[in-house]
């Protein structure tokens, strides 16, 4: 359920500066800028009790400002779902 409400957003929903999609990369999934790391393996580590920092260390390459970047635009895009939808924090940890 979390995957196809997250595929939902990330299509639907045009991002900021620490994530972008484009088709030649990583067949347009939502990646952080500069990297073919998936914004979906960010927040699916994340989901599964990994530290900012613990993630920090799987991708040295992103560093931890790109890396809370890219979560803050998510969740600035979560908070401002289109359509008026909104997802509150019991249907996030359910």
């Excluded at 620490?18 to 927040?43: D, L, N, Q």
């Excluded at 900012?52 to 992103?62: D, L, R, T």
């Amino acid at each position: 359920m979390i995957g196809a409400i997250f595929e939902k957003l990330m299509y639907n929903i045009s991002m900021k500066t620490y994530i972008t999609s484009r088709p030649e990369v990583m067949s347009g999934a939502p990646v952080i800028v500069g990297t073919r790391v998936p914004v979906a393996r960010i927040v699916y580590l994340l989901k599964d009790g990994f530290t900012m920092e613990q993630i920090s260390k799987q991708f040295p390459h992103v560093g931890l400002k790109r890396l809370r970047g890219a979560v803050n635009d998510l969740a600035k895009k979560v908070e401002t779902i289109p359509y008026g939808t909104q997802i509150s924090q019991a249907q996030t940890i359910a």
